[in-house]
């Protein structure tokens, strides 16, 4: 069945420093991909998406690109905040309609 | 639109009651899922509605687990007995469908209702 697999945490970095959480994906068709962010006694919020191979998705300075080739949608961000500091999940929609979620990726960034 | 609403926030229950959780999607969505969160097994998804009807409950852990959805804008997940390992966050999320076979909407989330069961 469709899985997501995402790099272990927790992940601590300092400020500015370069961020990379890897992703991978197992699906069937032509899934849809997703990222998403939780901060601490909060619901998930979408932070982007891409919905075909070769799309970037962009927001708040992340950015992450479906390679179909390598069935990967890598997070990344070239200089991390304070405020960044949050738990991250990978998922994807499949033709099947659910939405899978990895098992998240918990980011701390030091002032 | 006020997002997808789920009551109570916190509920606190003695093993072996029941305890019932509650949905109001976004206005308009046709899908709805419901999602439990925890330290040992992550976002695990449970049952998923579309257009109120279930299509996938393969993921409710067991028989004391239930869902229903009676309409569009409401949904409940109901566990009796409760048990202290159903301590978790439950989220419910809704979307839109996509077009045809692309399944291309993101789902939004609920703040989450943390069950303590003690």
């Known amino acids: 069945g469709d899985s997501v697999t995402q790099m272990e945490g927790p992940v601590t970095l300092s400020e500015e420093a370069f961020l990379t959480i890897n992703c991978t994906y197992t699906?069937?068709?032509?899934?849809?991909l997703f990222w998403y962010v939780q901060y601490p006694g909060e619901g998930l919020q979408l932070l982007l998406k891409a919905t075909k191979a070769d799309d970037k998705g962009s927001n708040k300075g992340f950015e992450a690109t479906y390679r179909k080739e390598t069935t990967s949608f890598h997070l990344e961000k070239g200089s991390v905040q304070v405020s960044d500091s949050a738990v991250y999940f990978c998922?994807?929609?499949?033709?099947?309609?659910?939405?899978?979620f990895g098992s998240g990726t918990r980011l701390s960034i030091r002032p | 639109d006020a997002g997808v609403i789920q009551s109570p926030r916190h509920e606190v229950t003695e093993m072996g009651q029941e305890v019932t959780l509650r949905c109001k999607p976004i206005s308009g969505h046709d899908y709805l899922f419901w999602y439990r969160q925890t330290m040992m097994r992550g976002l695990e998804l449970l049952i998923y509605?579309?257009?109120?009807?279930?299509?996938?409950d393969s993921g409710m852990p067991e028989d004391r687990f239930s869902a229903k959805m009676p309409n569009a804008s409401f949904s409940t997940l109901k566990i009796q007995p409760s048990e202290p390992r159903d301590s978790a966050v439950y989220f419910c999320?809704?979307?839109?469908?996509?077009?045809?076979?692309?399944?291309?909407?993101?789902?939004?989330f609920g703040q989450g209702t943390r069950l303590t069961v003690v």
């Open positions: 999320a809704s979307s839109l469908g996509g077009r045809g076979l692309v399944m291309n909407t993101e789902a939004f």
């Open positions: 998922a994807l929609r499949s033709s099947a309609s659910k939405i899978i």
């Open positions: 699906a069937t068709g032509y899934p849809s």
């Open positions: 509605f579309n257009n109120n009807v279930p299509i996938d």
